[in-house]
């Protein structure tokens, strides 16, 4: 019999959830998630996914997955520590810091769970974190698990964090502070001000986290966002996710030897959690090894995210202000924009709403995120779509 105050919990929650329209229903693909994906039998151009290069489909990763099944099976057996850890794990984190251009870095089993292992693995009660406001789920868990004190910094406000890190570092009450940003800010497509922010980190000797989940393969030609501004040797933990530009799963830190060696004995999911496939593994060593020999997939995410744009725009929507291929369409009422997205849906497009508490009230969006493996053609049909339901509901 299961516990009737949970029954009452879960019942009255999901209602509530349900009441507010909050409540988010999943559709299973039918199809990989490519530029065209399908659900329930209908093709739709798919221009929800992080998948910014087109490589989670790319035959190549496949077939590097396919041999790595052939060698070493479906499962790594272990967590690292223990003997979990095959020689295709070392060569992916040698690749890493190749790739970030650092002394070392360390793989996890993903962005998210990276985060809670590294931040907390460094930080703890008697230090400060100063966090953008608008940082990414897992950086604000993260920091929560450290038990470090939380001080919340205006979105990308070099006043407001240089006031913070002064007060913090004047107090006298934390041993360590640390700056945590991400590199590209995924609802809006802006990137974090890091010459600023390495700069008010040597003034007030700040130790300094950039998660890169979406500038990695995107920025920097490539590279990522440090890479972007000439910071390589500026940054003490870079964070990224090879689930996005990368196309597997799973997550790493790369920066300076001691810091890696650290995270080897002192990161909790790296202790205790199974470690990567080795499927994960070698497709995400090739994935890495294409985007440095050529950066054509890259020149082509960013001419696809241009013509997105300019169409969009010009038809007269508001697509804020995007330094990077994310294009979202600002459309502020929650209601209206998940009627635009539902249309935008019914006639063949795949772009989804995010609205409060997502993002702040009245700024409710359907975000794009065009990639390197869409077509002029598909993306010309996504814009006419967007044309005839912008008209159709008044927002343009
Ligand atoms: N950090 C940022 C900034 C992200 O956007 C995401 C993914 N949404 C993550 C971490 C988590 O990455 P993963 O999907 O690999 O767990």
Redesign the pocket.
């Known amino acids: 019999m299961s516990s009737h105050i949970l029954n009452q919990f879960l019942s009255e929650n999901l209602e509530d959830l349900k009441n507010k329209g909050l409540y988010n229903v999943i559709d299973p693909l039918e199809s990989p998630n490519g530029p065209i994906i399908k659900i329930k039998g209908q093709e739709l151009i798919n221009l929800s996914s992080n998948n910014y290069l087109g490589l989670a489909t790319d035959d190549r990763l496949k077939n590097a997955a396919k041999e790595s099944v052939d060698k070493y099976g479906v499962g790594a057996g272990a967590v690292r520590t223990i003997n979990g850890t095959l020689e295709l794990h070392t060569r992916l984190e040698e690749k890493l810091a190749e790739f970030k251009h650092t002394e070392a870095a360390i793989a996890y089993q ?4 990276c ?1 809670m292992a590294a931040i907390s693995a460094v930080m703890d009660k008697n230090d400060a974190i100063l966090s953008d406001e608008l940082n ?1 789920a ?2 604000i868990d993260g920091c929560r698990l450290s038990r470090a004190k939380i001080i919340r910094v205006n979105h990308s406000d070099m006043d407001d964090l240089r006031a913070k890190a002064k007060e913090a570092k004047e107090s006298g009450l934390y041993n360590k502070i640390m700056v945590i940003t ?1 590199g590209v800010f ?1 609802m809006d497509g802006d990137i974090a001000k890091l010459p600023e922010i390495v700069e008010i980190a040597e003034e007030f000797d700040l130790i300094t986290y950039v ?1 890169d ?2 500038g990695s393969g995107v920025l920097g030609k490539g590279a990522g966002t440090v890479k972007h501004f000439g910071l390589s040797d500026k940054i003490d933990f870079q964070i990224g ?1 090879l ?1 996005k530009a990368i196309g597997v ?1 799973g ?1 790493y830190v790369a920066g300076k030897k001691d810091l890696i060696d650290w995270l080897k004995v002192r990161s909790r999911p790296f202790l205790f959690s199974t470690s990567l496939t080795p499927a994960d593994v070698a497709a995400s060593i090739r994935s890495i090894e294409i985007l440095m020999e050529s950066t054509e997939l890259n020149e082509r995410l960013w001419e696809n995210g241009d013509y997105l744009k300019k169409g969009l725009k010009s038809l007269g929507f508001n697509i804020g202000d995007s330094e990077t291929p994310i294009t979202p369409c600002i459309i502020g009422d929650e209601v209206k924009t998940q009627q635009f997205s539902k249309r935008l849906y019914e006639e063949g497009v795949y772009a989804k709403s995010i609205v409060f508490p997502t993002v702040a009230k009245g700024t409710g969006r359907v975000r794009n995120m065009p990639s390197a493996a869409h077509t002029k053609e598909m993306l010309d049909q996504a814009i006419s779509v967007y044309e005839k339901v912008g008209k159709e509901l008044e927002i343009i």
């Open positions: 993903s962005g998210f769970n985060n990414h897992s950086i991400d995924s998660d989940a979406h996710t689930s799963v997550g």
